[in-house]
């Protein structure tokens, strides 16, 4: 994401100059809110940010304007993983709860623990699973289990519909960008 960083003013920070990543942009919301300057992307297995700015933008230094056009503020947990990165995801969660079992039985674990009850008839409502053994009237049928994994699943896929800015958006988004952060503010 270089365009992107290049774009911030140097600063000078305990004697070395920095980056300042956090002057703060107005970056032409008139685009951003405006839902006809922005396309749906399905981001794919494997896709990473770089290889969606390039094959959409046709350059890796719009990588920026993937995260920025999507709301996705995290690059790091809002992206969608792969599948296997999403079984290591599980398993160093149940290691952080200090589980030793082998990385199957965690993932058999996670598949078994149920974290809620969602009935789709009432558009997905949901009750969790400590609340759903307490109650004194089991509910119908039409409440189904969802565990740990199914959900960390559903969550991931939900991650994969984005939204880019249109193509032909990106060489001013650039360009105000530069403008923005390179312009001095008036206090």
Known sequence: MPLYFDAF??????????????????????????????????????????????????????????????GLYDPFYAWPMSDEELDEALIKRYRSFGDTRPDELIIAAARDEIVFYENAELDGARIGAETYGLLDVVPGPEWKPVNVYDDAVRRNERNRNILLMKREYAPRMAYELRQTLTTPRRR
């Open 9 to 70: 003013p140097i600063v000078t920070y305990n004697g070395s100059d920095i980056r300042n990543i956090l002057s703060k942009s107005a970056l032409v919301k008139d685009l951003l809110l405006n839902y006809q300057h922005l396309v749906p992307y399905e981001i794919q297995s494997g896709d990473s940010i770089t290889s969606v700015a390039f094959d959409y933008y046709g350059s890796v230094e719009y990588s920026w304007l993937v995260l920025l056009s999507a």
